[in-house]
């Protein structure tokens, strides 16, 4: 279980993060809203290691991030799987080297080990076949066309399925997005809500979403987080969100009407 308490950070004179307290439960998806530059990136990021905070703690099963080794961190973001604002491919990669260049940067040569992995996450993320079809003859040619192609050859929602699969590779417990529908059309939004969601009860992950999509939260989250001015101005289930009298909520909600965005 990830908790956040008291969590402060400012860039210069700039207080991003004032005094952030929130619990992520474990099994469920939890959606961090917020208007943009409210520091949900940021936030983010305190959880992985990328950013140290000024005052608080990000603890992960209750052990500190902060006070954690070098190799006691190496351990926790190999636990969690993230999916970068926008895709974050590597354009001069194909999709079968964007997906396995962690491992293979970690010193992992063992190609049938590497292959394998490449199918089960490609095929996860709905890429692919079921994985059960694996060695069929029709999973094995699209592997090869998928796993050959660049990311110029992909759709955007494509494109964010592989920045997905990447952060399936190792079969971690945890895994964050950070903006996941952003840059998309209503269709292709909605097929990524429907894979966090079959991807968070068929692998028990734990997902933690950063969104400002709406349609989003309604459709995939068990617990949501608000943030304004550096704080949580609500955290519960997205029913207590949408009858909420808090005026900031209540305003940031307002512009979206639940189940339209196909309409
Ligand atoms: N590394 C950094 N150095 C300086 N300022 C930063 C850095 N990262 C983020 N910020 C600032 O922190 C604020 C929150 O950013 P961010 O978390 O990316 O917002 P968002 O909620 O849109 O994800 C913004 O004002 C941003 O400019
Ligand atoms: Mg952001």
Do not use: W
């Amino acid at each position: 279980m990830i908790s956040l308490q008291n969590l402060h950070k400012s860039f210069g004179s700039k207080h991003v993060l004032q005094g952030i307290d929130l619990q992520i439960p474990n099994g469920q998806i939890t959606c961090i809203i917020g208007k943009s530059g409210c520091g949900k990136s940021v936030l983010l990021k305190h959880i992985v290691g990328l950013l140290t905070q000024d005052k608080g703690e990000v603890l992960i099963d209750d052990v500190s991030v902060a006070s954690m080794s070098k190799q006691e961190l190496f351990e926790v973001r190999r636990n969690i799987g993230y999916v970068f604002q926008g895709a974050a491919l590597f354009d001069s990669l194909t999709v079968y080297e964007n997906v396995i260049i962690g491992l293979y940067e970690h010193g992992e040569r063992d190609m049938a080990l590497l292959n394998s992995e490449a199918r089960r996450v490609l095929s996860a993320v709905g890429l692919l076949p079921d994985i059960s079809e694996s060695g069929s003859s029709n999973f094995e040619k699209e592997f090869a066309l998928l796993s050959s192609k660049k990311p110029s050859d992909l759709s955007g929602g494509m494109k964010k399925r592989v920045g997905v699969a990447r952060a399936l590779v190792g079969s971690p417990s945890y895994i964050f997005y950070d903006e996941p529908t952003t840059g998309l059309d209503p269709v292709n939004s909605e097929q990524i809500d429907r894979m966090i969601l079959e991807l968070s009860k068929k692998l028990s992950i734990t997902s933690l979403v950063i969104t400002h999509d709406m349609f989003s939260v309604f459709n995939i989250a068990d617990h949501v987080a608000m943030l304004d001015n550096g704080k949580v101005c609500f955290e519960g289930d997205a029913h207590t969100l949408q009858h909420t009298n808090d005026s900031r909520v209540s305003e940031f909600i307002s512009r979206f009407q639940p189940g339209a965005r196909l309409q």
